[in-house]
């Protein structure tokens, strides 16, 4: 078990200044530990990363509306996130963990706290993937209550499970662009796949992370190509988020204030910024 760096705790405020009811729909609140612990078993402990801390974020960076994106360090115990959506006064919805223990009323009880999609991880330095038995099951769960599958996969996942995932009968958003790898182009296979997945109403993804796609660290220009593909694909389909406070990251942690501004580079044109911070979120999430 690993702890992560804490964030830039200086945000810079950004250039760009997104549309009312802009949504951050992919950012995380960790703890306080004090009152809601890490699982035992997880692979990396966090800082501290509060809701308090997240509000702060989005105040600088003009974001009304937020995804809160339950996260495998605190395991299945959904408390964290189910707080941070309730004080949040009806701006953020959030996706789940969960394990073999939840049942009926305990998936209404998260619907009721603005859960609205299940979370899966395959990431391999994260504990690799779900046992799929547990997967398939929980995919009908899913589609008995109208939400969606995040998937947070590697690059090599996209590959591996093309026609598994094309199978699946619910909505699918894919995180941080597939983690493809921005050295290996933009005709890798990994990314190849995930464009044909764009071609199918169930799929969608978020063209965040891009300090997890670059190759060349800030400010992460060469992730802009692979974003901007799957914006052509798909600008109905396509989401976008900070991933405050960036567990995890790797050798560059970045600035959010960057990012949003680097999200503007991506998509200059005010009614596509529109679509994929306002839009887009609502119709998926139900603001």
């Known amino acids: 078990m690993k702890t992560t760096a804490p964030p830039d705790p200086n945000t810079r405020k950004p250039k760009f200044r997104p549309p009312p009811l802009a949504c951050d729909a992919h950012c995380h609140i960790f703890g306080p530990a004090a009152k809601f612990p890490y699982a035992a078993d997880a692979a990396y402990h966090p800082p501290d990363s509060p809701f308090e801390a997240l509000q702060k974020l989005h105040a600088i960076l003009g974001i009304e509306r937020a995804v809160i994106v339950h996260a495998s360090c605190h395991g299945a115990d959904m408390r964290v996130t189910l707080d941070g959506i309730a004080r949040s006064k009806g701006r953020y919805r959030g996706t789940a963990i969960i394990d073999e223990s939840y049942g009926e009323k305990d998936f209404q009880r998260l619907h009721d706290g603005g859960i609205r999609g299940v979370r899966f991880n395959f990431v391999r330095h994260l504990g690799g993937r779900p046992d799929m038995a547990f997967f398939k099951r929980t995919v009908e ?18 590959v591996e499970f093309d026609e598994l995932f094309k199978r699946i009968p619910v909505p699918m958003v894919i995180d941080h662009m597939g983690r493809v790898n921005a050295a290996e182009g933009l005709e890798q296979p990994a990314f190849r796949v995930l464009l044909t997945w764009m071609e199918h109403e169930k799929f969608w993804v978020k063209i965040c992370g891009a300090e997890r796609v670059s190759s060349m660290g800030p400010p992460f220009s060469d992730a802009v190509p692979f974003a901007r593909q799957l914006i052509d694909a ?15 990251v790797g050798k560059y942690m970045p600035n959010d204030g960057d990012l949003v501004d680097l999200f503007a580079q991506i998509a200059p044109e005010p009614q596509l910024q529109r679509q994929i911070l306002v839009d887009n979120p609502a119709r998926l999430y139900g603001f």
């Open 141 to 158: 769960r899913v589609q008995h209550m109208g939400w969606h599958l995040v998937l947070h996969l590697d690059a090599t996942d996209l």
């Open 234 to 248: 798909a600008p109905e389909r396509i989401l976008w988020g900070t991933d405050w406070p960036h567990p995890n």
